[in-house]
């Protein structure tokens, strides 16, 4: 058995080995070849439009001609009240700006979020509302500690941010979502995660049996402490646990002083919860899904999704399909282990 092990990590050794030379090459090789790439775009799109058209494409089947006419003859005196209504900046009917963040272990979304929240927070009042349609699963920590703060520049605005999860907002997803003045999720979304955790294979046996040496030269006491190639002692591992404190430490404050009602304690511990559970706990205000809160605001409100698309490059393409991958592994192990429980 003990041989098997040694085999696998010496073939996964490699595997991590020959993809980071195919990837640096392939860096390398675009970042020589790259022209200027041409700028992002923002589009805009009124829901209420879309979901008009759903609703009368049904009608017209089920409706007889005269009730058919009558609806018709109502919403064209709607829509002109409401063209009217939005007239001025300063007295409009209600808008809502939506947003649709999907994270990554990287967070990459980011780089859109940001011209998105430019672009509405130049505009937006505190009469409207921002909706961030949210789904993630968390990952590194600076690069959704600066999601989190962009999120926060709607708020610093006194514009009303609301987040509705639909499948998952754990880990820097929740410290996205926290952020919010109102947290809305489905009954079985993913939702909390409130820890840090760091995991690294370690490979220094292996190659010391083999007569391999693996030279680390550092300067600063603490420049490098666990690693993959190099033995690990009990002090590099003792310093990693403190810095992960630390971090764990910001999150909780972070939660604290957006959602000074919750018992952060109690649920700082690294578990997830369904939404229902999530609920009770009071890590989310309301039960629902973002289709029936944007159906219900209709009436009341125009509804704007707003989304900017920037010209990627091939490093970033690359790297987001590389994290994507990761990111499905990681939510398939983290079903099979939740799966475990319940069996």
């Known amino acids: 058995m003990s041989e098997f092990f040694f085999e696998y990590g010496m073939f996964l050794a490699k595997a ?5 030379a195919i990837i640096v090459v392939m860096v390398l090789s675009f970042g020589l070849s790259r022209r200027p790439q041409a700028a992002g775009h923002l589009t805009v799109e009124k829901l209420n ?28 005196k709607e829509a002109k ?23 990554d ?76 003045d109102r947290i809305i999720a489905a009954p079985f979304a993913v939702i909390g995660s409130i820890g840090v955790i760091a995991q690294i294979p370690n490979f220094n046996r292996a190659l010391e049996e083999k007569g391999v040496d693996f030279e680390q030269i550092t300067a600063g006491k603490y420049k490098r402490t666990v690693t993959m190639f190099g033995r690990n002692t009990e002090e590099d591992r003792e310093k990693l646990r403190e810095e992960l404190e630390d ?13 000074p009602n919750l018992d952060v304690e109690s649920v700082a511990t690294g578990e997830h919860w369904y939404g229902s559970r999530a609920g009770e706990l009071g890590l989310i205000d309301q039960i629902g899904t973002s289709d029936d809160y944007l159906m219900a605001a209709v009436p009341d409100a125009d509804i704007f999704r707003v989304s900017y698309r920037g010209k990627q490059t091939w ?15 990681s939510l398939w192990s983290a079903d099979r282990h939740s799966r475990s429980r319940y069996q």
């Open 16 to 20: 991590i080995t020959i993809v980071a």
């Open 49 to 76: 439009d879309k979901y008009r058209d759903l609703a009368d494409a049904l009608q017209q089947v089920v409706l007889n001609k005269a009730s058919w006419k009558k609806r018709e003859k109502q919403e064209k």
């Open 81 to 103: 009240r409401n063209q009217k209504a939005a007239t001025t900046k300063d007295d409009h009917r209600k808008r809502i700006y939506l947003l649709d963040f999907k994270g």
């Open 105 to 180: 272990i990287r967070a990459t979304g980011v780089a859109n979020l940001r011209h998105e929240i430019t672009a509405v927070t130049s505009v937006a009042t505190d009469k409207d509302e921002v909706v961030v349609r949210l789904e993630n699963p968390g990952g590194a920590v600076h690069e959704h500690g600066l999601a989190a703060s962009q999120m926060l520049r709607i708020k610093d605005r006194g514009i009303p941010l609301t987040v509705i999860v639909d499948k998952v907002a754990a880990s820097g997803g929740y410290l996205m979502a926290c952020v919010a």
């Open 247 to 259: 971090v764990h430490v910001l999150f909780k404050l972070m939660v604290a002083r957006h959602r």
């Open 315 to 329: 490093q970033e393409k690359l790297m987001s399909a590389f994290d994507s991958s990761v990111d499905r592994i």
